[in-house]
């Protein structure tokens, strides 16, 4: 009974070193940079753009199988090349806007499908074009706002992705700032830190809460480490993330600093920073539970990179969505084929087709698709896993059912 007590004690101690440790993947084949804009879209990571170690704005454009751990050049992004720019993903689809060329600032919006390898531009925000804004997808919008124009900027758009328009919002509470840090969890998208207005360096600690549904700021407690400019953000399961960037001085942190935020209790917690000083404008992607972190530069060692560390996110405790074993099925529905990978077929032999709408909750009972009803659902981005299904016309849920995607 002992030695198979120390047995699984010397496994999970093991196990738990695993999931603490940034483990160096391939480069990608790119000259380095810094601010490159990274998507995780299913099984797949993606990398553009950027500014080189001359500062020339970049178009090129790469694919990582996380799998294989290997790269793959695309064709060029087909819109100006840029630097300073910022990218969100939305419902499989990826989004690149803003940043600067060598003479101009940018006000454009465009658009990725993986599936189709085709490029949209969308409608430019009729702002004023920025470097270093935020820029956050969440439940059919993008919030963008702050960066810089000439001078730094505090003012909050959002675009609606299924009208292709803009609309201004509320100014963040807080002073102007570029080069924040940004990401959505649940109902709400979070926003704060970032560079603002001299005289001298000004480095901010701040941390705000934006409500979609009431369109209102909320202010919270400040970030509790080192002020901080210019890192990686991204948000996975019920956390917020961010990583690296210059501390208050506008130079290196002594480690590469990694915190989560917990939006449940408006806390932070330190976890394990990436290896070596924390870096200017690098980014990540996340594919399935794993971070990707690449690119930026080292003001320690003045090295410019375009490397690429992988680093096991926390295990997040499944739940169930609220309600879903409650609901009754009010629709003749059958979903086919379960499991699926590409395309999940819907078949409805009772109702007026024009009527429904088609949500996809993952288990924890996150929103990660919403639609007008099809008959052919494409699920190919979503990560492997098991959804819910969720029917619903003006009178209700009709239907609910669970599906997994391969």
């Known amino acids: 009974m002992k030695k198979s007590f120390l047995t699984t004690l010397i496994l999970t101690i093991c196990f738990q070193l695993i999931a603490d440790e940034w ?17 995780g879209i299913g099984d797949y990571g993606y990398l553009l753009t950027g500014g080189n170690a001359q500062n020339v704005p970049l178009n090129d454009f790469y694919k990582y199988d996380a799998a294989n751990d290997s790269w793959e050049q695309l064709q060029d992004f087909p819109g100006t090349a840029r630097s300073f720019s910022i990218g969100a993903v939305y419902n499989g689809i990826g989004y690149i806007g803003f940043g600067a060329t060598s003479t101009e600032y940018l006000d454009d919006l465009w658009s990725y499908d ?18 270093h804004p935020a820029f956050v997808a969440h439940n059919g919008k993008i919030f963008a706002g702050l960066g810089n124009h000439n001078q730094n900027l505090n003012d909050w758009w959002v675009y609606d992705i299924e009208l292709d328009s803009w609309r201004q919002l509320d100014d963040l509470p807080g002073p102007p700032r570029h080069h924040p840090y940004h990401f959505a969890v649940g109902d709400y998208v979070y926003a704060g830190l970032g560079h603002g207005n001299g005289p001298g360096i000004v480095i901010y600690d701040d941390w705000y809460k934006f409500d979609p549904e009431n369109e209102t700021w909320t202010t919270l ?7 901080r400019v210019a890192g990686s953000q991204f948000s996975h399961g019920n956390y917020g993330y961010v990583l690296s960037g210059d501390g208050n001085d506008h130079s290196y942190m002594e480690t590469g600093e990694f915190w989560q935020y917990d939006p449940e209790t408006d806390t932070w917690t330190e976890l394990e920073p990436h290896p070596n000083q924390s870096r200017w404008a690098p980014n990540a992607f996340v594919v ?10 080292s003001k320690a060692t003045s090295v410019i990179h375009n490397d690429v560390w ?23 529905v059958r979903i086919y084929p379960n499991p699926a990978q590409e395309f ?8 007026d087709l024009d009527d429904l709408q088609i949500n996809v909750y993952d288990i924890k009972g996150q929103l990660v698709k919403e639609t007008a009803f099809k008959n052919n659902l494409n699920i190919s981005y979503l990560n492997k896993g098991t959804y819910i299904l969720r029917i619903t016309s003006e009178d209700g849920v009709k239907s609910e059912q669970k599906f997994t995607k391969q």
């Open 288 to 297: 399935h539970d794993t971070v990707y972190f690449t690119s930026g530069v």
């Open 221 to 227: 407690n400040d970030h509790p480490g080192e002020e």
């Open 310 to 332: 992988a680093y096991t996110l926390p295990e997040i405790e499944e739940e169930q969505p609220v309600n879903v074993t409650e609901l009754a099925n009010n629709l003749s």
């Open 344 to 351: 999940l077929t819907i078949e409805i032999s009772n109702a």
């Open 114 to 131: 993986p599936v189709t390898e085709q490029w949209t531009q969308l409608a430019n925000c009729p702002c004023l074009g920025r470097q």
């Open 23 to 39: 483990i160096e993947k391939n480069s990608y084949p790119g000259v380095p940079r810094h601010h490159p804009v990274t998507w």
